[in-house]
Nanobody, 128 residues
Framework: QVQLVESGGESVQSGGSLRLSCAASGYTVSYSCMAWFRQRPGKEREGVAAIDSDSSITTADSVKGRFTVSQDNAKNTLYLHMNSLKPEDTAMYYC??????????????????????WGQGTQVTVSS
């Protein structure tokens, strides 16, 4: 049974930094594409960053230069490093993992339908 458990979300001031973690069980993080999504109040879920099994990384334009994704294979954990946080980054952040037998095309990395497994989310609140 695959479980993805996010942690690290909290309330911070604008300009602050956070590191979100996504601990995986029943799934090896290096085997397929994994991604971070967020859902802001009143908005649809959007892709933030993704990392594939070949370690290629994509980052959404809205967070480029401020957020980066990484993974620790020894800890089987995915991370989202967030710097220079802005109030508009306030959202529920979700970790997602693709079916290990499915190759996620680079152009579909930010499509929620490309991912089979989801965590429960962790809340990030940025105040001005």
């Amino acid at each position: 049974q695959v479980q993805l458990v996010e942690s690290g979300g909290e309330s911070v001031q604008s300009g602050g930094s956070l590191r979100l973690s996504c601990a995986a069980s029943g799934y090896t993080v290096s085997y397929s594409c994994m991604a971070w999504f967020r859902q802001r109040p009143g908005k649809e879920r959007e892709g933030v960053a993704a990392i594939d099994s070949d370690s290629s990384i994509t980052t959404a334009d809205s967070v480029k230069g401020r957020f980066t994704v990484s993974q620790d294979n020894a800890k089987n954990t995915l991370y989202l490093h967030m710097n220079s946080l802005k109030p508009e980054d306030t959202a529920m952040y979700y970790c997602a993992a693709a079916d290990r037998n499915v190759k996620v095309k680079w152009w579909s990395r930010y499509f929620p339908s490309a991912y089979k497994y989801w965590g429960q989310g962790t809340q990030v609140t940025v105040s001005s």
